[in-house]
């Protein structure tokens, strides 16, 4: 089937509900996603419960727990850099390529820390290795993400752009709860000694069979036909990514603006919270997992919804009422996790991640889509959301286990730190412009 048939078919079908490929690139942009958060985020879970000991041995236990997330940050500071050379090639060669490539990259990296030496076994050479890894997780999540969802969007039927571009964003809850579930079914099934002796290993060498079940799915599926029409005419940017930072600069400021939030408070609320909980109350390790993997589950099905009321009444005021309680609940969080109840600890994560969090992180896919053209649609999106990671959801863990150190166990300052992006987030939105009726096309 040529090019312009493609186009033709896809264009025949919009407004006409779910054709057979809508279906099928919806489902390759979830199960791909979720294959790839499911590797990227077992290295958060990693770090924060078994690293510290396996990795970085030498040190007080809060402070191999500070090590651990800073290896673990390692991973953001490659994603910039894998969004501009994925994002190059994707708004290039096209957005199904390097879904291919990002996925494959991923899980081989995701395996072989499976099969690392530890810290008693070679010394500073396994910390050395296992942050080499995580520095390519990064660099595959920096294009996987970016090419996703604009791919979910542009073949999306007419006003549904937001309901699928929730697709690939319900990869992060079901990436998530994978890990998370994973992860604690090993660690329950054996005495902690087998667990931190081999134990641990599984769940990161189960990711090659995911992998291979996501590169299945992911070949089937065509290539985006908003790329196509570019394509057809030979119209392709010859530097996309030079483009959006010369000429771009404002939407790709608002993006990252609008970013922070969302990031750290998801990377405090599911990872900086399980070392919260253990260190500073003293609960089981299980008590913090299994929030998560509730709010997971429950994740699947807010943030559709969510991006669905976005399709509705448009994404600016969806995606400010996230950010808006997302910043006014920090203290109120604080507060349940401090409760001492594992009740009120659970529905503190449940509220701030699936009815606060996901009002930002659902409609984010197509807002920021939509922000920029066609020819500069995948670098401008993976940039923007790529920066923004960095800048909070990388560091935050780290600067929260800092001043939860530095202040003796308090968490007042990590929640100002939280208010304070927030601040900055809602300044971001508020100057974005409204996109949900706004033409893919160039």
Known sequence: MGQSQLIEEDLNTKGKGFSKEHRKVALASFIGTTIEWYDFYLYGTAAALVFPALFFPNFDPLYGTLAAFGSYAAGFIARPLGSMVFGHYGDKLGRKKVLTISLLLMGIATFLMGVLPTYQSVGLLAPLLISLLRVVQGFAIGGEWGSAVVMAVEHAPKGKRGLYGSFPQMGVPAGLLLSTAVFS???????NEAFLTWGWRIPFLLSIVLVLIGLYIRLKVSESPVFLEVAEKNEQEKRPV??????????????????LLQNAVFYIYSVFVLTYLVTTHNFDRSVGLNAVM????????????WSYLSDKIGRKPVYLF??????LFVLPFFWLMDSGSVILITIGIVIGLNVLHDAVYGPQAVYYSELFSTKTRLSGASIGYQIGAILAGGFSPIIATALLA???????????????????SIIATLYARETYRDSLSD
């Not at 030079?242 to 970013?259: D, N, S």
């Open 294 to 305: 509730i709010s997971s589950v429950i994740g699947l099905a807010t943030m559709p919804l």
């Open 406 to 424: 530095k202040y003796d166990g308090q968490y007042l300052p990590i929640a100002i730190y939280l208010i304070a992006l927030g601040i900055l």
């Open 322 to 327: 996230g950010t808006v309680a997302s910043t």
């Open 242 to 259: 030079v483009k959006v930072l010369r000429e771009q600069k404002k939407p790709l400021f608002l993006t990252i603006g609008m970013k």
């Open 185 to 191: 079914i090993v660690s329950n099934s054996m005495s």
